[in-house]
């Protein structure tokens, strides 16, 4: 396919540069600063992207193309200017019209602030697959909120995470396109009537509602090669009534703005704090809303092609990506019910074939679930049809299986009565979507056989597995120019968009002179990220070290601390004297914390606080070094991973759905150290074994850690004297010593007998692979071949397999 550039010649595009710096500006070429420069170049490139969009839209139309709509509360883009240039392939030609002017593109790129629209892999799992869609020519759109703040700016303040509004559009964003014209009313609150029909039925009427308006605005993700893109339509919520001027000329001054206040706050943060009431009202309100626009967005669009609603489920998939848009599924059935008047079975028969439910978790806490009455309160058309798919639900479960109480408890979308009743939204998901799929191989079959046992005995045909993936080119090509340009210079280009191409590094790892290339690339980066700790962190580390990394949102599962039990016991060694296994270490943690959550918050502290005793003993200097970098988001994660040596995968067995930051690491030359837990499975055995370094219990040994009497972690550190000394060191405050009962907490924490993430059952083993990968890092040339052979061997973790797959498998969408 030809590409589908606007711009063909470099004069075309430094004109339409210029007349952005002028007329976007308002600034002349000779006054305008790299951020007015920035402004500019990303209003040329997104009016020849958005060209690229229609084109492509228009390419569906004409070929009658069924469409996939991905739904996701977070889209992790990070910043698009430079990511776009590269698949465009306009990289070096703005590069040197910057250049012949005068001027940086480096500089210039570094004004653009990451797009605050998510916040862990989720987010970033979306914005992988849109750019594979778009590479791959595949019809559609994704949809999200646009979020006025994202979750928060992380800073470290008095040693502990302190959240900030993360203000990245506060002058407004050059990428994305307001569309009032398309906007959706979508109505909240009211209550339920009824009337009578000609024959005599009762109907349910929603009455009483008012309305919140969700304006759209459009991001265009460009594939590569510029032979695709399409859009990112991501809402933003806004009052009907702006303003009172009833109110504000009688002086209440704060009630003529009210209802405007309270209707944005649904699309200002991601994720608000649902510890209180206020904050779960808030979430399900957002999460409605969101579902809410982008069903009737769909609509509208398949409408327009002028096919009866009849026709819907051949020529729209919509993936629900978590359980976060589950709520498209009721909105869509009442839509159908009350809008287009179709009966209750011709309805749920178009949901069901319309609908596929990604399952991203298997932690009973994170499935999400609403009681009855909050529900009733906010659509209470909704709860009305949840209530009547349930009835339905039972009545057939009833009827196949009479007396099977214990099924219907554990499959039944509603349970309990009442207002406190609970609705099951992954329960609800798995029921109306025609497939269910896992994120890697162990987490489908743990869905199967621990979270949805039963349908997935009674179903089995709709369960599936679609292993995630990473875009090669944000994540190499885009994040690792150096390492990239070493890699097409060996085997070529192909591997952008075929990575299993890049099989054709492995005789290479054998060649002693690529070897060297691949160090001094290494080298290089990590120079850059010494750079960076120095700027960020104030702390100096050496690049010739040993840099290690977790980088990842934090969770007691992820378990950070146990990585840090790990450092604190390095730091033991030296004060003891004890001959090093390896070189000198430098330890790079990064990730947020849920504002509400505690022990997540907890355990920055201890790193915080850790780090600043090892990093100002002089017995520690050319030994150890640890550091905890704030706000970590994709721009710094392109910056950290190209220079890992080791990527630190340490989730307890069996809670990880899949990662991608493990797929990241490995694809630009990192040795993972990690369980056998999410896609760590597999990557093992693509990499091999002896390029993996594998420790710690197996999902099927870690489900007995609540029984009790099947764990006792006094047990476990009473037979290693290792672990015995680090739980001393934090008894004594030794590690916290402006705060000894931090220490003393996590202590207290690591012993308790409700400890369920095995922290202390599996620090034992992770000890002794840590000193192993150390050991081995001694042999340079050992360690960088096993390196390029990771990198050889993770074609299979490209975004574009996966997507391909869910193209394939479950959505029946074709190229166009």
């Known amino acids: ?357 990604t399952n991203h978790t298997l932690l009973p806490e994170a499935l999400e679930k609403w009681t009855a009455g909050l529900l009733d309160f906010m659509v209470p058309r909704h709860l009305s049809i949840i209530y009547e798919i349930n009835r339905r639900y039972v009545q057939s479960i009833a009827q196949e299986r009479p007396g099977d109480a214990g099924l219907l408890e554990r499959t039944a979308i509603i349970t309990g009565s009442g207002p406190g009743s609970v609705v099951h939204m992954a329960r609800l998901a798995a029921h109306a979507a025609f497939r269910v799929n896992g994120v890697a191989d162990l987490h489908t079959r743990l869905l199967q056989r621990l979270v949805m046992p039963d349908v997935a005995a009674m179903e089995p045909t709709k369960f599936t597995n679609v292993t995630n993936g990473i875009t090669q080119r944000r994540w190499l090509l885009h994040a690792n120019p150096g390492l990239a340009g070493l890699v097409t210079e060996a085997i070529g280009d192909g591997w952008v968009t075929d990575l299993e191409q890049m099989r054709g590094l492995e005789p290479l790892a054998e060649d002693a002179g690529f070897r060297d290339r691949f160090r001094q690339v290494r080298s290089e980066n990590k120079q850059r990220m010494a750079d960076a700790i120095e700027r960020l962190c104030c702390v100096r580390v050496d690049p010739e070290s040993m840099f290690d990394a977790q980088v990842k949102r934090m969770h007691e599962y992820k378990r950070q601390l146990l990585n840090l039990l790990r450092v604190a016991s390095d730091y033991a060694d030296i004060l003891d004297g004890v001959e090093p296994h390896g070189p000198p270490r430098v330890c790079i943690f990064a990730g947020k914390a849920a504002a509400s959550y505690f022990a997540a918050k907890e ?47 340490i989730s307890a067995a069996g809670s990880e759905a899949s990662g991608t930051g493990n797929m990241k690491f490995a694809l630009n030359g990192a040795m993972t150290i990690g369980t056998l837990d999410g896609a760590n499975i597999e990557i093992r055995d693509a990499v ?13 040994q870690m489900t007995g850690m609540t029984v009790p009497g099947f764990y006792d972690p006094a047990e476990a550190a009473a037979r290693d004297p290792r672990i015995q000394r680090v739980l001393a060191m934090l008894e004594s405050g030794f590690l916290t010593p402006w705060d000894p009962d931090l220490g003393r907490w996590v202590r207290g924490y690591l012993l308790a007998h409700g400890e369920r993430y095995g922290h202390l059952a599996d620090m034992g083993s992770y000890l002794d692979a840590q000193a192993d990968a150390a050991s081995d890092y001694r042999d340079q040339p050992s360690w960088d071949r096993r390196s390029i052979l990771n990198m050889a061997r993770v074609g299979y973790f490209s975004s574009d397999r996966a997507v391909s797959e869910y193209a394939e498998r479950i959505w029946r969408v074709q190229p166009v």
């Not at 091999?688 to 099927?700: C, K, V």
């Open 603 to 649: 355990i920055i502290r201890l790193i915080v606080a850790v780090s600043r005793v090892i990093n100002a003993d002089p017995r520690a200097q050319g030994r150890l070094k640890l550091v905890f970098i704030p706000d970590y988001r994709v721009t710094l994660a392109e910056r950290i991973i190209p220079s890992a040596d080791l990527s630190i995968q």
């Open 688 to 700: 091999g074994e002896e390029n993996f370094y594998l420790f710690g219990l197996t999902a099927e």
């Open 1 to 357: 396919m030809d590409s589908g550039l606007p711009y063909s010649t470099a004069a075309e595009i430094s004109a339409a540069v210029l007349r952005h710096t002028r007329h976007g500006t308002g600034a002349s070429w000779r006054e305008a600063c790299n951020a007015d420069l920035y402004t500019a170049l990303a209003r040329a490139i997104r009016d020849a992207a958005q060209d690229m969009v229609l084109q492509a839209e228009e390419r569906a139309a004409a070929a009658g193309a069924k469409r996939v709509y991905y739904l996701s509360i977070e889209h992790l883009v990070g910043r698009s200017l430079a990511s776009t240039l590269r698949n465009m392939g306009l990289f070096e030609t703005v590069r040197s019209f910057l250049a012949e002017q005068g001027r940086d593109l480096t500089a210039v790129l570094e004004e653009e602030i990451d797009a605050a629209l998510g916040n862990g892999g989720l987010g970033r799992l979306a914005a992988c697959y849109q750019e594979s869609m778009a590479t791959l020519g595949l019809p559609g759109y994704s949809y999200g909120i646009n979020y006025e703040f994202g979750m928060f700016r992380q800073e470290i303040r008095h040693g502990a995470q302190a959240e900030r509004p993360d203000v990245w559009r506060q002058f407004g964003s050059p990428w994305l396109l307001e569309r009032p014209s398309i906007l959706q009313r979508i109505p909240v609150f009211g209550k339920l009537a009824y009337r009578t029909r000609a024959d005599g039925k009762l109907l349910p009427e929603w009455v009483d509602f008012r309305h919140i308006l969700g304006v759209p605005s459009d991001l265009p993700v460009v594939g590569y090669g510029a032979r695709s893109a399409s859009w990112l339509r991501l809402y933003a919520a806004r009052s009907e009534q702006e303003f009172d001027l009833e109110a504000f000329n009688q002086g209440d001054y704060v009630r003529s703005i009210g209802g405007s206040l309270n209707d944005t706050n649904i699309s200002r943060v991601l994720y608000p704090d649902d510890a209180k009431p206020q904050g779960r009202e808030l979430r399900l309100l957002q999460e409605y809303f969101f579902c809410a626009c982008a069903v009737r967005d769909i609509l509208r669009i398949h409408d327009a092609t002028g096919e009866p609603i009849e026709a819907l489920p051949d020529r729209v998939a919509i993936q629900l990506n978590d359980t976060h848009p589950v709520l498209a599924i009721v909105e869509l059935m009442r839509v159908l019910l009350d809008e287009r008047q179709l009966d209750w079975t011709p309805a749920w028969e178009i949901v069901c074939r319309v609908f596929a439910y």
